[in-house]
């Protein structure tokens, strides 16, 4: 079963155009996150939620709005698309919000044209 | 802002290699961890060491930390070509808005 799973896998569309990036976890943890690595490898936090409640939100621009449903979803909606934001951004739980082995799901590969 | 830096960016071996990878880290942490990443994939969790241990091993892996030189390593003994990956460091520092710093990781070749 898989334990973290992204949806779509690959995501390519215009600049300005919105998009949603859908994350769910069936391990029962209370914290998701959302990382962005960009094309240098480097993988930064964006947002982290525990329990459907935001706790960081690491400077990343209003285009970007986490929704949290229940606690096993966490998706990603981008408006207003800039090339800047091709990237890949990965989705992770982990059972709390301290420190504990964050499980990632296997990238989302966004391109904006 | 960035914390952890791994040293080499990248390390080609060959398969029955020891392969040995640092991370240095700026502030002071509370534990730190280590991840592979194939190629297209996602992150996945190898081992975690907490700032008053100084040695973990597991498996094949030996992680060091020396808190008063800020930096950790990474050996992976007995290398073999599923080993090929990146590796990255990551730190917390603990607290209430607990959050992971990554290194830029080191990309690792294991050569048959």
Known sequence: DTAVSQTPKYLVTQMGNDKSIKCEQNLGHDTMYWYKQDSKKFLKIMFSYNNKELIINETVPNRFSPKSPDKAHLNLHINSLELGDSAVYFCASSQTGSTDTQYFGPGTRLTVL | ?112
Not at chain 2, 53 to 65: A, D, I, N, P
Not at chain 2, 74 to 102: E, M, P, V
Request: aromatic letters at 6%; one cysteine or more; charged letters at 20%.
């Open chain 2, 1 to 112: 802002s960035q914390q952890g830096e791994e040293d080499p960016q990248a390390l080609s071996i060959q398969e029955g290699e020891n392969a040995t990878m640092n991370c240095s880290y700026k502030t002071s942490i509370n534990n730190l961890q280590w991840y592979r990443q194939n190629s297209g994939r996602g992150l996945v969790h190898l081992i975690l060491i907490r700032s008053n241990e100084r040695e973990k091993h597991s498996g094949r892996l030996r992680v060091t930390l020396d808190t008063s030189k800020k930096s950790s390593s990474l050996l992976i003994t007995a290398s073999r070509a599923a080993d090929t990956a990146s590796y990255f460091c990551a730190t917390d520092s603990g607290g209430s808005n607990y959050k992971l710093t990554f290194g830029k990781g080191t990309l690792l070749t294991v050569n048959p």
